[in-house]
């Protein structure tokens, strides 16, 4: 008789045991995970250049630089310029 009391589980009991309780916490469990993933990718993930590339997210665009650059030589010697022109006109 006590053999049979250790194994007294019916059934149901076995399979709740064994099937549908590790099913409910690795279902849990993985909610959990990707709703974390979600909330980070939303807020934090998104906005970093590097996995904007590896996801392909953002496309960068290169523009082109114009042949006409204005370094700060021509900055300078066009700001001579207009104050010599300035100078030359408040003259007379």
Known sequence: MESSLGCSLAYSDRLNFFVVRP???LSFVLSFLVLG?????????????LVQEI?????K???PKPVT???F????S???LNNNSNSNV???
């Not at 996801?55 to 496309?59: T, Y």
């Not at 030589?73 to 300078?76: D, K, Q």
Request: proline share 5%.
């Open 23 to 25: 099913v409910l916490a």
């Open 37 to 49: 993933w979600c909330l980070a990718w939303k807020l934090l993930l998104v906005h970093i250049p």
């Open 55 to 59: 996801f392909g997210l953002k496309k």
């Open 61 to 63: 665009h290169y523009l």
């Open 69 to 71: 650059r204005h370094r």
């Open 73 to 76: 030589s021509r900055f300078y």
């Open 78 to 80: 066009t700001l001579s």
């Open 90 to 92: 408040s003259a007379p």
